[in-house]
């Protein structure tokens, strides 16, 4: 009960009418029933008239400081007068009436509810209750019910539930009276346990007398009941009683009444509101069933595309597309099995694990779907209190999370895993440290340029390829001049174009049926070749009736020949193929077929190559080293062994990728692009007979014959790094594509990497992947996939440039199996959308994620840096860290800067250099750190001054790519071993996961000498955020961030970890420093980061994250990433490290002080920590309009429907709707 209380309104002026009026009141209160009602009625009739016309007085009345709704409130308690009892609710609805809800929420604040929820009760019991008194009752608890976030339970504990129900059965003619009604049970309905209570009695089917077909009275009311309605369909039970009564397809007959008759769209929000009536009810699978048997997926299509011409009627489209999507039957992804189509038998099985889970899943287990759709009505409504309950579970992911709780978990802890005397097999490893230099011959003063190598043009010794070649073909090897970033030398790419068939070891296979097709594929290259000398312009790869009966003859499908088409073009007589082909891939360890690979006719030859050396004297770009090389490339590929035994050698690597020399800006996104591919998608349920379903492609079935028809696009993907599993026609130039899955797994899809031929120029192509895992993605965020067209290639432009429109990234109606989806039933795939025109006719383009990066590229890159520095001044080495499990080397590679001299100061200055140790590549699908890594290498190999300082100032050593395996076989997260290679780093298995083993004991060897590096870093990409950034480690930051105060004050903490990343900041276009995070979250306590940091003891231990997507602040602001700002940071790195040097104090690491120049500048000066870093989320993009829609999901309500919101004329009841016990559960950003 209000307490009365003395006036004192300081802020009001005292001349003020309303407070003379208010005072008066107050002590008519004081004196209670004493007074005669007529004095009561007189100044409360007074206080109304004020209030009804001046805005002046509603405002004081509810100023801060006020007590005027006190003294209201306490009279409304007081009065038994009927007048003075209207009076008030008049003024109160007068004061909530305007001020956008806040004078709601005040009257909220001062117990409002629960006087007019009692007055509710007292007025009920008059029989029959006073219609005016029940009619402003409801109406100001319609107004301050969304206000008050118990009101729903205060209501049902006051026993208003059914005093207003009762008012809407006994009045249902009487509509000023159950307006207001209908109004409050609205807002009752949002309560679930409410909603169940009125469910029980009746209250569904009292709606259902209430709304009805198309009339232009009583909109009002149709409205209100209808999201009464939608509230209480929510609840299941309510539902489930819809769907018995029949009430789905009465529902659909109103809406299409509406639809036909509203032609001028004037009752939108009816329409609307039995969308939503329809959207709740088929939240249970019985409304889905119920939804589809009345027809609803084509009256909904249907009445959806009538509304797409008018923008106002968005929200009825939004509406119908959930809805029909909810509704769409799950299908199954047209596999066999979930898990890779390659199987590698692994050396050991782990015993738990996501992999053992594999193993031990019986063969005849269909892992394809399960159940998974079918258990979300067996769960009983739970009809007790949940409001509220759940609010502090908010952080429920950190329960149990002690690394970030504990403080002596969290901290470092230096240990040996392993025994000294095992490590000291890694001091092999660590030459550098022993070398005397004594027969070395350091005297000459005047090393050759570095750059002199590129001017040579002349072969290239390389000293593990294919020993023996013919001096013609290593004259042909020339690194790729480039003028600068922006032109091609394209004599050097028109020269090389090349067929590379390397034929399977296939057993199978009839040798005869090889030469005969070899000899198709022979002929068809020389008529290739005379079409393509005569002009680069003019390169057409299919014009012949020959060459179609070489694509079609070619198909390794139809005939079951392993001969696929790789090539457009093959441009040389036959002698010169045979001469090259055996040249080049004869060697005499590796088995592989003929080759016809070469470049233009021999006058075409000297031409280009006098016209191109003379070029390349003059395009000499500092640091920018020709490492690609494509002979190389193919002596490489000769050597890396896949699961698949790929045989051949997709055109973008062998052509090698120079970025584009135009920007390319992050896409715009169209509207409604989202909604219109889903609709496409519906229509192939609606329009069954226009579907093709013709599988093109699969991995699955080796005898899929793919018709020759002249207009299907040819696929494959069977080169390294490639991973398409399955294609399938939908519509004419639309298709389906299926990726596999990482070898020993079940899921993991994100990376891809295929080929396309046999297109038409002039048709947009549309490309479906479907069985994405990631519930988003860049792709709705201006990302756009990457191409690259062989054509442009041979026309000087071999470049991966960013293509595709309607690029779109959604939740798919392929149910995924709870067996890969961690055990969670009723989930989806998603399906990234793009479409395509193709800018020539028969091309052969490539499709990828990112831009490629093979093991095989990595390899070719690490030798021609090897093969092209100074050995008296660049200290370089390569050693094989291990064989990964497939049997491929993982190379470690060393560099420094060669001592001056051997003299015994020189030498030793050499061996004392701290360490910086950098890896990369861990996970597969991160192309991106690849391409960091790249420049990384090449500033550290490159002959500038401060490159040169750089080296004199560490010894660096790199594992480049930590996962050759995963990254050959196109994974996309794991090894072979079916596991993420990086949280295997607390404990990683010699036979499991060798590289990660052999990398962390190269570590702790280090740790054992005494060299802990100064430095460790692990390059990675980040699919869904912008610019790079890095996660460090600090426990004040994880403690800050888990507020765990009391225990981080006395945590002393150097700061150091926060330098290197603002220096990069500072230094590096990319890099953005408010990205960062320094928590150390429990899900990344197996990461190398982490491990680096609190096993081994190295203080600055980073993963570095890079984009694939764009920046969205500094100098590339708007742009997509491509290789050149990649590399860039790559060598923005080491300039970090070399300012990190000069902040570094030497005592810290124990070195003498003189060899290292300090300045004055501090660490603690330059990087002040100002605030803690937040939690490392995965997302930080800000929502679409068009958001992802996540309702798909049965037994996922969590929608917050911002489209629907977008178009609605009462945006703030909707919102009100939710604070009661949608409250906890929606939260808007
Ligand atoms: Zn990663």
């Given at each position: 009960?209000?307490?009365?209380?003395?006036?004192?309104?300081?802020?009001?002026?005292?001349?003020?009418?309303?407070?003379?009026?208010?005072?008066?009141?107050?002590?008519?209160?004081?004196?209670?029933?004493?007074?005669?009602?007529?004095?009561?009625?007189?100044?409360?009739?007074?206080?109304l008239h004020l209030a009804q016309s001046q805005e002046k007085t509603r405002k004081e009345m509810t100023a801060k400081g006020s007590t005027g709704v006190e003294v209201i409130l306490s009279t409304l308690e007081n009065t038994r007068d009927l007048q003075t009892t209207l009076n008030i609710l008049s003024i109160l609805i007068e004061l909530v009436s305007v001020g956008g809800g806040r004078r709601a929420c005040i009257l909220v604040s001062k117990g409002g509810t629960q006087t007019l929820l009692q007055l509710l009760l007292g007025a009920s019991k008059d029989s029959p209750p006073n219609e005016e008194l029940m009619v402003q009752l409801h109406s100001l608890l319609a107004k301050i019910g969304p206000k008050d976030k118990k009101f729903g339970v205060k209501a049902r504990i006051n026993g208003a539930l059914n005093i207003s129900l009762n008012l809407v059965k006994q009045n249902l003619q009487n509509h000023r009276l159950i307006l207001p009604c209908l109004q409050v049970l609205r807002v009752y309905s949002t309560n679930s346990v409410n909603a169940v209570s009125l469910g029980k009695n009746g209250v569904v089917e009292l709606m259902f007398k209430i709304i009805g077909p198309f009339s232009k009275k009583n909109t009002g009311l149709m409205k209100v009941a209808l999201d009464t309605l939608a509230a209480l369909l929510k609840s299941k039970t309510n539902a489930r009683r819809a769907v018995d009564r029949g009430y789905v397809q009465v529902l659909l007959t109103i809406y299409v009444d509406w639809h036909r008759h509203d032609s001028r769209h004037r009752h939108m929000l009816i329409r609307k509101g039995i969308l939503q009536c329809i959207k709740s009810v088929t939240n249970i699978k019985l409304g889905r069933k119920a939804f589809i048997d009345a027809n609803g997926m084509k009256i909904l299509y249907n009445t959806s595309q009538d509304c797409l011409a008018v923008r106002t009627l968005d929200p009825l489209v939004n509406t119908s597309s959930l809805i029909?999507?909810?509704?769409?039957?799950?299908?199954?992804?047209?596999?066999?099995?979930?898990?890779?189509?390659?199987?590698?038998?692994?050396?050991?099985?782990?015993?738990?694990?996501?992999?053992?889970?594999?193993?031990?899943?019986?063969?005849?287990?269909?892992?394809?779907?399960?159940?998974?759709?079918?258990?979300?009505?067996?769960?009983?409504?739970?009809?007790?209190?949940?409001?509220?309950?759940?609010?502090?579970?908010?952080?429920?992911?950190?329960?149990?999370?002690?690394?970030?709780?504990?403080?002596?978990?969290?901290?470092?802890?230096?240990?040996?895993?392993?025994?000294?005397?095992?490590?000291?097999?890694?001091?092999?490893?660590?030459?550098?440290?022993?070398?005397?230099?004594?027969?070395?011959?350091?005297?000459?003063?005047?090393?050759?340029?570095?750059?002199?190598?590129?001017?040579?043009?002349?072969?290239?010794?390389?000293?593990?390829?294919?020993?023996?070649?013919?001096?013609?073909?290593?004259?042909?090897?020339?690194?790729?001049?480039?003028?600068?970033?922006?032109?091609?030398?394209?004599?050097?790419?028109?020269?090389?174009?090349?067929?590379?068939?390397?034929?399977?070891?296939?057993?199978?296979?009839?040798?005869?049926?090889?030469?005969?097709?070899?000899?198709?594929?022979?002929?068809?290259?020389?008529?290739?070749?005379?079409?393509?000398?005569?002009?680069?312009?003019?390169?057409?790869?299919?014009?012949?009736?020959?060459?179609?009966?070489?694509?079609?003859?070619?198909?390794?499908?139809?005939?079951?020949?392993?001969?696929?088409?790789?090539?457009?073009?093959?441009?040389?007589?036959?002698?010169?193929?045979?001469?090259?082909?055996?040249?080049?891939?004869?060697?005499?360890?590796?088995?592989?077929?003929?080759?016809?690979?070469?470049?233009?006719?021999?006058?075409?030859?000297?031409?280009?190559?006098?016209?191109?050396?003379?070029?390349?004297?003059?395009?000499?770009?500092?640091?920018?080293?020709?490492?690609?090389?494509?002979?190389?490339?193919?002596?490489?590929?000769?050597?890396?062994?896949?699961?698949?035994?790929?045989?051949?050698?997709?055109?973008?690597?062998?052509?090698?990728?120079?970025?584009?020399?135009?920007?390319?800006?992050?896409?715009?996104?169209?509207?409604?692009?989202?909604?219109?591919?889903?609709?496409?998608?519906?229509?192939?349920?609606?329009?069954?007979?226009?579907?093709?379903?013709?599988?093109?492609?699969?991995?699955?079935?080796?005898?899929?014959?793919?018709?020759?028809?002249?207009?299907?696009?040819?696929?494959?993907?069977?080169?390294?790094?490639?991973?398409?599993?399955?294609?399938?026609?939908?519509?004419?130039?639309?298709?389906?594509?299926?990726?596999?899955?990482?070898?020993?797994?079940?899921?993991?899809?994100?990376?891809?990497?295929?080929?396309?031929?046999?297109?038409?120029?002039?048709?947009?192509?549309?490309?479906?992947?479907?069985?994405?895992?990631?519930?988003?993605?860049?792709?709705?965020?201006?990302?756009?996939?990457?191409?690259?067209?062989?054509?442009?290639?041979?026309?000087?432009?071999?470049?991966?440039?960013?293509?595709?429109?309607?690029?779109?990234?959604?939740?798919?109606?392929?149910?995924?199996?709870?067996?890969?989806?961690?055990?969670?039933?009723?989930?989806?795939?998603?399906?990234?959308?793009?479409?395509?025109?193709?800018?020539?006719?028969?091309?052969?383009?490539?499709?990828?994620?990112?831009?490629?990066?093979?093991?095989?590229?990595?390899?070719?890159?690490?030798?021609?840096?090897?093969?092209?520095?100074?050995?008296?001044?660049?200290?370089?080495?390569?050693?094989?860290?291990?064989?990964?499990?497939?049997?491929?080397?993982?190379?470690?590679?060393?560099?420094?800067?060669?001592?001056?001299?051997?003299?015994?100061?020189?030498?030793?200055?050499?061996?004392?250099?701290?360490?910086?140790?950098?890896?990369?590549?861990?996970?597969?699908?991160?192309?991106?750190?690849?391409?960091?890594?790249?420049?990384?290498?090449?500033?550290?190999?490159?002959?500038?001054?401060?490159?040169?300082?750089?080296?004199?100032?560490?010894?660096?050593?790199?594992?480049?790519?930590?996962?050759?395996?995963?990254?050959?076989?196109?994974?996309?997260?794991?090894?072979?071993?079916?596991?993420?290679?990086?949280?295997?780093?607390?404990?990683?298995?010699?036979?499991?996961?060798?590289?990660?083993?052999?990398?962390?004991?190269?570590?702790?060897?280090?740790?054992?000498?005494?060299?802990?590096?100064?430095?460790?870093?692990?390059?990675?990409?980040?699919?869904?955020?912008?610019?790079?950034?890095?996660?460090?480690?600090?426990?004040?930051?994880?403690?800050?961030?888990?507020?765990?105060?009391?225990?981080?004050?006395?945590?002393?903490?150097?700061?150091?970890?926060?330098?290197?990343?603002?220096?990069?900041?500072?230094?590096?276009?990319?890099?953005?420093?408010?990205?960062?995070?320094?928590?150390?979250?429990?899900?990344?306590?197996?990461?190398?980061?982490?491990?680096?940091?609190?096993?081994?003891?190295?203080?600055?231990?980073?993963?570095?994250?890079?984009?694939?997507?764009?920046?969205?602040?500094?100098?590339?602001?708007?742009?997509?990433?491509?290789?050149?700002?990649?590399?860039?940071?790559?060598?923005?790195?080491?300039?970090?490290?070399?300012?990190?040097?000069?902040?570094?104090?030497?005592?810290?690491?124990?070195?003498?002080?003189?060899?290292?120049?300090?300045?004055?500048?501090?660490?603690?000066?330059?990087?002040?920590?100002?605030?803690?870093?937040?939690?490392?989320?995965?997302?930080?993009?800000?929502?679409?309009?068009?958001?992802?829609?996540?309702?798909?999901?049965?037994?996922?309500?969590?929608?917050?429907?911002?489209?629907?919101?977008?178009?609605?004329?009462?945006?703030?009841?909707?919102?009100?709707?939710?604070?009661?016990?949608?409250?906890?559960?929606?939260?808007?950003?």
């Open positions: 009960m209000n307490k009365v209380k003395t006036t004192s309104e300081k802020s009001l002026p005292n001349n003020s009418r309303i407070v003379a009026l208010l005072t008066q009141l107050e002590k008519i209160n004081s004196e209670s029933l004493l007074v005669e009602a007529d004095t009561a009625r007189y100044v409360t009739s007074k206080i029909m999507r909810k509704c769409f039957p799950k299908n199954r992804l047209p596999l066999p099995t979930i898990k890779s189509a390659f199987h590698f038998q692994l050396p050991v099985i782990p015993t738990s694990g996501p992999v053992a889970q594999l193993y031990s899943l019986p063969p005849e287990v269909d892992d394809v779907v399960d159940e998974s759709d079918d258990n979300d009505d067996i769960e009983t409504e739970t009809e007790t209190e949940t409001e509220n309950e759940n609010e502090d579970d908010k952080d429920q992911h950190f329960k149990n999370d002690d690394i970030e709780t504990d403080i002596d978990k969290l901290k470092p802890k230096q240990e040996l895993g392993r025994p000294i005397e095992e490590l000291k097999i890694y001091e092999q490893f660590f030459p550098e440290l022993a070398e005397n230099f004594q027969e070395y011959d350091l005297v000459s003063k005047e090393p050759k340029p570095f750059a002199s190598a590129t001017n040579l043009g002349g072969p290239i010794v390389v000293p593990t390829a294919g020993d023996e070649h013919p001096a013609e073909a290593n004259q042909s090897v020339k690194g790729i001049a480039v003028k600068d970033r922006s032109s091609l030398q394209m004599e050097e790419y028109n020269k090389r174009p090349c067929l590379l068939d390397l034929p399977k070891k296939d057993h199978n296979k009839d040798s005869l049926q090889l030469q005969n097709d070899q000899k198709k594929l022979l002929s068809s290259c020389q008529c290739l070749s005379q079409e393509i000398v005569k002009g680069l312009d003019r390169i057409t790869l299919q014009n012949t009736s020959k060459n179609e009966q070489y694509y079609s003859t070619g198909c390794l499908i139809k005939k079951e020949s392993k001969t696929s088409l790789t090539t457009p073009t093959c441009n040389k007589p036959c002698q010169h193929v045979s001469s090259c082909g055996s040249g080049l891939f004869e060697g005499p360890s590796v088995q592989l077929g003929k080759l016809c690979c070469t470049g233009v006719d021999p006058e075409e030859e000297e031409d280009s190559s006098s016209h191109s050396s003379g070029e390349q004297v003059l395009l000499e770009v500092p640091d920018m080293l020709p490492l690609h090389d494509p002979d190389l490339y193919i002596e490489i590929v000769k050597n890396t062994k896949s699961v698949p035994e790929y045989s051949e050698v997709a055109y973008p690597d062998y052509f090698g990728h120079i970025p584009p020399p135009f920007k390319e800006p992050i896409l715009e996104r169209p509207y409604g692009v989202q909604r219109t591919k889903i609709a496409q998608d519906i229509e192939r349920l609606i329009h069954q007979n226009d579907i093709i379903d013709r599988v093109v492609y699969d991995l699955d079935n080796s005898s899929c014959s793919v018709p020759e028809e002249g207009d299907i696009l040819k696929f494959n993907s069977k080169f390294e790094s490639g991973n398409l599993r399955k294609v399938i026609q939908i519509r004419k130039n639309e298709y389906d594509l299926i990726l596999n899955s990482d070898i020993n797994s079940n899921h993991y899809h994100q990376w891809f990497y295929f080929e396309v031929s046999g297109m038409k120029t002039g048709i947009g192509y549309r490309f479906n992947i479907i069985n994405c895992e990631k519930s988003n993605s860049q792709f709705n965020y201006g990302m756009q996939p990457l191409m690259y067209s062989v054509q442009e290639a041979l026309n000087a432009r071999p470049w991966w440039s960013r293509v595709g429109t309607d690029i779109c990234y959604y939740k798919n109606h392929f149910s995924r199996s709870s067996i890969a989806a961690g055990g969670q039933k009723g989930k989806s795939y998603y399906t990234i959308t793009f479409t395509v025109s193709f800018p020539h006719k028969d091309d052969v383009c490539y499709f990828a994620y990112h831009y490629p990066y093979t093991y095989s590229t990595l390899k070719m890159h690490l030798q021609k840096l090897e093969s092209m520095h100074n050995p008296q001044q660049i200290y370089f080495r390569e050693d094989v860290l291990c064989e990964t499990l497939a049997g491929n080397s993982c190379p470690l590679v060393t560099i420094t800067a060669t001592p001056e001299s051997n003299y015994y100061e020189h030498v030793c200055q050499f061996r004392n250099r701290p360490y910086v140790f950098l890896s990369a590549r861990v996970h597969p699908g991160e192309t991106n750190a690849s391409w960091v890594m790249k420049g990384t290498l090449e500033y550290l190999m490159s002959s500038s001054p401060a490159a040169q300082s750089l080296r004199e100032s560490y010894i660096f050593k790199i594992v480049p790519m930590l996962n050759p395996d995963g990254v050959i076989n196109g994974n996309h997260r794991c090894s072979l071993s079916g596991e993420d290679l990086n949280r295997q780093w607390q404990n990683p298995n010699p036979d499991l996961h060798p590289t990660i083993y052999h990398a962390k004991g190269l570590l702790q060897y280090m740790a054992t000498i005494k060299r802990l590096p100064l430095v460790y870093c692990d390059y990675h990409g980040h699919s869904r955020k912008k610019n790079v950034f890095m996660y460090g480690c600090s426990i004040k930051e994880t403690m800050w961030h888990t507020n765990v105060s009391a225990a981080s004050c006395d945590v002393i903490e150097d700061l150091g970890y926060r330098a290197l990343p603002k220096i990069l900041s500072q230094t590096a276009p990319a890099f953005c420093m408010s990205s960062c995070s320094f928590v150390v979250e429990k899900s990344k306590e197996s990461t190398a980061r982490v491990v680096v940091w609190r096993e081994i003891g190295v203080q600055r231990s980073y993963t570095m994250e890079s984009t694939l997507c764009g920046c969205d602040q500094g100098k590339y602001k708007g742009l997509q990433i491509g290789t050149r700002e990649l590399e860039e940071m790559g060598a923005k790195f080491c300039v970090g490290l070399l300012r990190l040097k000069r902040l570094t104090s030497p005592l810290e690491h124990n070195l003498p002080s003189s060899l290292l120049d300090i300045e004055n500048e501090l660490i603690e000066s330059s990087c002040k920590v100002t605030s803690p870093t937040t939690y490392v989320l995965d997302e930080d993009e800000p929502r679409f309009l068009e958001e992802v829609d996540y309702s798909a999901e049965s037994n996922d309500e969590q929608d917050v429907e911002l489209v629907d919101n977008a178009g609605d004329y009462e945006p703030s009841i909707q919102e009100d709707a939710l604070s009661d016990s949608e409250a906890t559960r929606i939260q808007l950003p």
